[in-house]
Antibody, heavy 123, light 109 residues
Framework: EVQLVQSGAEVKKPGESLKISCKGSGYSFINYWIGWVRQMPGKGLEWMGI????????RYSPSFQGQVTISADKSISTAYLQWSSLKASDTAMYYC????????????????WGQGTLVTVSS | EIVLTQSPGTLSLSPGERATLSCRASQSVSSSYLAWYQQKPGQAPRLLIY???SRATGIPDRFSGSGSGTDFTLTISRLEPEDFAVYYC??????????FGPGTKVDIK
């Protein structure tokens, strides 16, 4: 059974750093892309970026480039999303999701999702 | 960046009725790389349709997707009580970034 299990909820202060995780199981972790999606309170879905754990190829939305870092450790089948200096506007639910390869290497739709990690940033 | 517009914003229907949701793109979506997701309160999104018209594993056949170019449609042939939720479209033909539409809420009339 394919599963993506995310780390637990976090409460942080502005300016603090944070790294949240997403552990994949039940499939070959290095052969699928893992993406991150933000959902601010009461709002829609925003595509943040994606990584291919097989070679660490990473792509970012221009809206999130420089604001977050996506990484992966294929030895433990885990992807990460990190911030170096959180802002109150980073308060949101963050989902990781798996994307199959399309036409050889391209990423695409998200077929499995993690349960979400709620990040709250407040002074 | 391709911008997706979904209409209507809210669709109020009764169980058993047919739901037709629209997703329009600001530019043509290559290779019909368009997906639909369902999200219920407090839950992660669930993939319904990919490639504009292919149903994901385990999705009932009352859900169907159609369209190409800039206009796409998700149809729920007969609404079941568990279908009342928010539905998002996503394009992944021109990326990064992939983009999501703002969502259509299907609620009980």
């Amino acid at each position: 059974e394919v599963q993506l299990v995310q780390s637990g909820a976090e409460v942080k202060k502005p300016g603090e750093s944070l790294k949240i995780s997403c552990k994949g199981s039940g499939y070959s972790f290095i052969n699928y892309w893992i993406g991150w999606v933000r959902q601010m309170p009461g709002k829609g879905l925003e595509w943040m970026g994606i990584i291919y754990p097989g070679d660490s190829d990473t792509r970012y939305s221009p809206s999130f480039q420089g604001q977050v870092t996506i990484s992966a450790d294929k030895s433990i089948s885990t992807a990460y999303l990190q911030w170096s200096s959180l802002k109150a506007s980073d308060t949101a639910m963050y989902y990781c999701a798996r994307s199959p390869l399309i036409r050889g290497y391209k990423y695409g739709h998200f077929d499995y999702w993690g349960q979400g990690t709620l990040v709250t940033v407040s002074s | 960046e391709i911008v997706l517009t979904q209409s209507p914003g809210t669709l109020s229907l009764s169980p058993g009725e047919r739901a037709t949701l629209s997703c329009r793109a600001s530019q043509s979506v290559s290779s019909s790389y368009l997906a639909w997701y369902q999200q219920k309160p407090g839950q992660a999104p669930r993939l319904l349709i990919y490639g504009a018209s292919s149903r994901a594993t385990g999705i009932p056949d009352r859900f169907s997707g159609s369209g190409s170019g800039t206009d796409f449609t998700l149809t729920i042939s007969r609404l079941e009580p568990e279908d009342f939720a928010v539905y998002y479209c996503q394009q992944y033909g021109s990326s990064p970034p992939d983009t999501f539409g703002p969502g259509t809420k299907v609620d009980i009339k």
